[in-house]
């Protein structure tokens, strides 16, 4: 099982332990088991501080984790850097500090990125018009919008088409670019502002033309080698083109060195890396998301404060990368600050509101008084960080060992074979002709990996998702003392994103549901067994 992730104030627990402590073996060991630990988990990057010497309280972390828990969203990581140390970091386990995330849209702001690398190159400019790179992918007739659609326009979500065209294209045909060029402008590109996650797919296309390499290739030399980024991946069309708006995996620590990098206007190690000009162009207002509505409502939204180069600006004159569910890169240049966030939530705009109720008071001018205690709290309460398995108190278990063909559902499961064994529950699920074996640990997470594609908002697209697998996950299930029925939890630890299977058995009969994390409730697939036979 994987272990929980050590705080940055883990040597500050020592003198507990030690005085539970009652032998000078046992010292030594515990000695050599926290040193052990504080190495594995430190930050490869930055230098580490307890809160109070860079002007942050610690106390106010605390109540940040306690506003956590008492939401309604899953934070699965975040880490704060004030100063360029790291005060505070945490992943609830079964989430770990070298395990990658599914970025979603947080992916853009590295395609901006490259766009900035490109023009610094003079590969291209932001002027320059998106038909220049596409001669043999557009229509037949090219009109005058489309005519005059440049790289800015793109970047700043002005293509002027409507409606979006991302929830229709990336799943009816491989030709992507074609197809983007193909769908109709109707606004002027450049005046009105619609989130288009095809253009950044484009932007990505227009970088593989003019260098030769996908988006990821591109970056490796110029951007992550630099930082010390390492095991990333990134999602690619039918095509060979990284999907550029979304599908990147990085870890966590990364997303905090991405946004020092652009807090520290494009310096790394006392190297210009990007240009600041590029930084300052990126990261500043370009476009009004919501012209025309009323003050009050801007002053509660960091949705309406402008948006720029694939970043947006937020309340507090900072900014950020935002990713789908809640992957944030937030950066606060008045405070010296970045904040990196992987979770899942419904409500960006909530959680985005626990930052600026608890961790924003808690960035102070100058030092902060020391304060062993809060340190001590704030140290444990890292630690502890969790997200509860299936089963805790469970006790009756319906032993079963059957396998049950499954009526034609939208879900191509043909069959459900459940199996307890030796405290474990192996479950088959057999989708079209491929069998997938998953087990499950009761009252824990159990680690493993699947080739089972999991719960996201890009299932059925035409891509090539193989380079994702093999899937990591964490698997736990519980018997329901209410109704008599198993459910199943399949936690996709580098996405945010779980997938839950409830078994209502009787006899030989099994009703069953298929729930994804993101749907919140809704949606559930019905499945229905024809029949059961036992499990040779």
């Known amino acids: 099982m994987p272990a929980t992730s050590q705080p940055v104030l883990c040597r500050e627990k020592l003198p507990c332990v030690i005085r539970r402590t009652k032998s000078l073996f046992t010292i030594a060991l515990v000695l050599l088991f926290l040193n052990t630990r504080l190495y594995a988990q430190k930050t490869t990057a930055f230098p580490q501080a307890l809160p109070e010497t860079e002007g942050v309280s610690a106390a106010g972390i605390d109540s940040f984790l306690n506003g956590v828990a008492h939401s309604k969203h899953e934070f699965h990581s975040f880490m704060l850097l004030r100063h360029g140390k790291v005060v505070a970091e945490g992943w609830w386990n ?5 395990l990658r995330h599914s970025l ?55 293509a002027g088409q409507e409606p979006d065209p991302t929830g229709t294209i990336p799943f009816k045909t491989d030709d992507w670019v074609k197809a983007f060029l193909a769908t109709p402008i109707i606004h002027q590109p450049g005046t009105k502002f619609l989130y288009n996650t095809m253009a950044t797919f484009t932007l990505s296309a227009i970088i593989q033309k003019v260098t030769g390499q996908k988006v990821i290739d591109y970056l490796k030399p110029r951007l992550f080698d630099p930082l010390g980024i390492k095991g990333m991946d990134w999602e690619v069309s039918k095509m060979g083109i990284n999907t550029g708006g979304w599908g990147l995996r990085v870890k966590t620590e990364d997303l905090a060195k991405m946004g020092q990098l652009y807090l520290q206007k494009g310096m790394w190690k006392g190297k210009q890396m990007l240009p600041q000009e590029w930084v300052n162009e990126a990261t500043t207002f370009k476009i009004d998301q919501a012209p025309g509505v009323a003050q009050s409502r801007k002053d509660s939204s960091d949705w309406m404060q402008g948006y720029c180069c694939q970043f947006w600006r937020c ?36 959680e985005l509101n626990l930052v600026w109720k608890y961790l924003l008071p808690a960035l102070q001018t100058g030092t902060l008084p020391a304060d062993k205690a809060s340190d001590e709290a704030l140290s444990q309460h890292l630690a502890a960080l969790s997200l509860p398995p299936l089963g805790v108190g469970s006790q009756t278990i319906p032993l079963v060992n059957k396998t049950y063909t499954v009526k034609p559902n939208s879900l191509h499961i043909n069959s459900i074979t459940l199996r307890y064994d030796h405290s474990v529950y192996k479950v088959g699920l057999r989708i079209d002709t491929t069998l997938y074996n998953l087990n499950f640990a009761l009252g824990e997470w159990l680690p493993g990996e699947t080739a089972m594609p999991g719960p996201s908002l890009l299932n059925g697209a035409k891509e090539d998702f193989s380079i994702l697998q093999p899937y990591k996950i964490d698997c736990s299930f519980a018997p329901s003392a209410a109704d008599g029925s198993l459910q199943f939890k399949i936690r996709y630890i580098e996405s945010p994103h779980t997938e839950t299977i409830t078994c209502h058995l009787n006899g030989n009969t099994l009703n069953a549901t298929v729930e994804y994390s993101f749907n919140y409730g809704r949606n559930k697939i019905e499945l229905t067994g024809t029949g059961a036979s036992a499990d040779k």
């Open 104 to 158: 979603y849209s947080c992916s853009k702001s590295f395609t901006s990125t490259a766009i900035g690398f490109a023009v610094s190159e003079k590969r291209l400019s932001v002027n320059d018009k998106v038909i220049s790179f596409f001669p043999k992918s557009l229509p037949d007739t090219v009109k005058p919008y489309l005519a005059s659609l440049t790289i800015k326009d793109l970047l700043t979500m002005s």
């Open 94 to 98: 079964p989430y770990r500090p070298d």
């Open 315 to 350: 309340r507090h004159n900072a900014f950020r990368a935002d990713g789908a569910f809640g992957q944030y890169i937030i950066v606060m240049p008045d405070q010296d600050a970045v904040l990196a966030i992987t979770s899942e939530t419904a409500d960006m705009q909530d």
